[in-house]
């Protein structure tokens, strides 16, 4: 099974998406994710599930929730209907491997030995942590997350085709993550809706930025990278040599045309030496060599010191 082509997401082109049997699902080469998700975060390793038939069981889940019209997934009663997103789905998979591994650890070989009191133990195991001072704190957070997912294996009994939990077993006595974590969920939103008098004006802006200036922006961008690209592959300038520098020098002379005259922001220094300070601007510029070829070339008119 082609995961991008299930799921809906694109794949940049010439690469390859993740593949349902593989063990490691690696979304890296997805354009559509958002730029500010972590790498880690799109390499998904369900190898480190080490009793391979619950690793099917993991990928099995994690497709029906981002997949909900698969057709083994859209006539199961109790599925999610919603699709769930790949950056939505990231803590399940950890919350997978932390689950099914804590069984593992605790000698469980099969999924029909989950009870109560596994699912208990694994809660409170998951109920408590330490924070950067070492005092041991509750992490709702963390157990919200993890019951969601030994909750959601029993919601997806049905599909399993490796291994699952008994015949009508509900973790936690059939209670919400929510209230196994102890969270309360808020009657309403808390965080009142913007003011049409600024939300009207800001999404105006930002359409304007997007549909009327955004494709000229990229435009420009291209057209900058193209630049940039185009001086990086011409030669780098070569000094032609005193000898082609003097023979400039006597046509020059010999044809009774002057030099150009040096630049008034360019003076040198009276009292001293050619190889002592010049003057810059009005300001005395210290230098302990002469100046280059190029240079030279360029004060008295001749042109022929860029590549050749």
């Not at 063990?23 to 559509?32: I, K, L, M, Q, Y």
């Not at 919601?155 to 291994?163: A, P, S, V």
Request: proline content about 8%; overall charge positive; charged content about 20%.
């Amino acid at each position: 099974m082609d995961l991008c082509r299930e799921i809906g997401i694109s794949v940049a082109p010439g690469a390859a998406g993740p593949n349902f049997d593989q063990d490691v699902w690696d979304f890296t080469p997805v354009t559509d994710l958002a730029a500010y998700m972590a790498a880690s975060h799109k390499r998904w390793n369900l190898a480190a599930i080490r009793n391979p038939l619950w690793r099917v069981v993991a990928k099995e889940y994690l497709v029906a929730l981002m997949v909900p019209t698969h057709e083994a997934v859209r006539n199961l009663p109790s599925a999610f209907r919603v699709a769930r997103t790949v950056p939505a789905c990231v803590n399940k998979h950890y919350e997978l491997i932390r689950w099914l591994n804590w069984l593992t650890d605790n000698g469980v070989t099969d999924l029909g030995q989950v009870d109560d009191h596994l699912c208990d133990s694994y809660i409170a195991d998951r109920r408590t942590g330490h924070d950067k001072d070492g005092a041991i704190i509750e992490k709702r957070g963390a157990v919200n997350g993890a019951a969601q997912v030994v909750a959601g294996l029993a919601q997806y009994h049905d599909l399993f085709t490796t291994d699952r939990y008994p015949a009508g077993f509900r973790p936690f006595g059939g209670k919400a993550a929510v209230a196994v974590a102890g969270l309360k969920t808020p009657a309403e939103n808390s965080t009142p809706p913007v003011p049409a008098e600024i939300l009207q004006p800001m999404l105006a802006a930002a359409l304007y930025v997007v549909d009327t200036l955004g494709p000229h922006v990229a435009s420009l961008t291209r057209h900058i990278k193209a630049e940039r690209d185009r001086v990086n592959r011409l030669p780098a300038p070569r000094s032609p040599g005193w000898d082609v520098l003097l023979q400039a020098i006597n046509r020059r002379v010999t044809e009774g045309r002057p030099f150009n005259r040096v630049p008034s922001r360019i003076e040198r220094s009276p009292d001293t030496p050619s190889t002592s300070p010049i003057r810059c601007g009005g300001s005395r510029c210290a230098t302990s060599r002469p100046r280059p070829v190029s240079a030279i070339s360029a004060v008295n008119g001749w042109r022929s010191c860029g590549p050749r």
